[in-house]
């Protein structure tokens, strides 16, 4: 009788926290996050979820290693609580099914994709931003892409995924339009160029050249340069 009511007691208070927690995450996203669109959870590349998610790297025995379903289990349960707290229509998720960046590989990318595309399918986040297949790297750092096309592609996840679709890797503008009408995407992120050139929109807009990135200044921290110093269309001419 006693276990019964302080297990009782044990659930109000941990509803209680909850509820107060979510009001201050509605709070605080009121104000401090108003400005933003939304919120785009981090599964790519190597980092915490996308740990979870290799079968390279993830060598646990409980239920968030092992099986397919169990290594996709964190990253889901993140998107499902971050959904929870600011609606599906305010969330995104990166992903890298097909990298093996800081050691995280895994041995069939594509089902990872797919599982993952399905599952979020039933999350309804607003769109899955996936690298292609072609990224090429040495240790940490993005080195280029290969120009010999690659037998993978991200076709079938973009046809299991429900929501809006986000191509990255490699692309330039030509290639970006193309995949664009050829229905391979419904939209393209770029990383290099848009470092490179602050005004990109632009110069696409206005098939203007575009200045080129120095990879020697790629992830330098001292001194910081290569990041905000690029020039903008106007001072080029
Ligand atoms: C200097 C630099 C820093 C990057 N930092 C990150 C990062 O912190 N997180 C991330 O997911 N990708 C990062 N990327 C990868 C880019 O987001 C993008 O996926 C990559 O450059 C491939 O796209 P691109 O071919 O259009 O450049 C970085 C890339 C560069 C060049």
Redesign the pocket.
């Known amino acids: 009788m006693k276990r019964e009511s302080t297990g009782k007691k044990r659930e109000e208070e941990l509803k209680e926290e909850k509820r107060k927690k979510k009001t201050k995450i509605e709070k605080e996203w009121k104000t401090r996050w108003s400005g933003f669109d939304g919120v785009e959870i ?1 599964g ?2 190597g980092y915490l979820i996308d740990q979870f998610l290799k079968d390279q790297v993830n060598d646990r025995t409980d239920k968030y290693g092992g099986s397919l379903e169990n290594r996709c289990r964190f990253a889901l349960e993140v998107v499902e609580a971050v959904v929870d707290e600011i609606g599906a229509e305010k969330v995104g998720i ?1 992903l890298s099914p097909f990298a093996d960046f800081l050691e995280s590989g895994d041995s069939n990318p594509q089902e990872l994709g797919l599982h993952l595309a399905k599952s979020l399918n039933k999350l309804g986040i607003l769109y899955c931003h996936v ?1 292609e297949p072609r ?1 090429e790297t040495v240790g940490s750092v ?1 080195t280029g ?1 290969s120009s010999s096309g690659t037998p993978k592609s991200l076709l079938p996840l973009r046809k299991a995924f429900g929501g809006t679709f986000i191509a ?4 330039d503008r030509n290639r970006g339009n193309k995949a664009v009408v050829e229905n391979h995407t419904d939209l393209v ?5 848009f ?1 490179a050139n602050p005004d990109l929109p632009k110069r696409f807009e206005l098939d203007a050249p575009l200045n080129e990135y120095n990879s020697e200044t ?2 330098t921290s001292d001194p910081v340069i290569g990041y905000t110093d690029y020039p903008f269309f106007e001072t080029v001419i």
Do not use: M, N, P, Q
Not at 168 to 171: K, L, P, S, V, W
């Open positions: 981090h790519a590349y990166r690298i990224v993005i892409s990255c890797e490699g692309y992120a770029y990383g290099r160029l470092l790629f992830y």
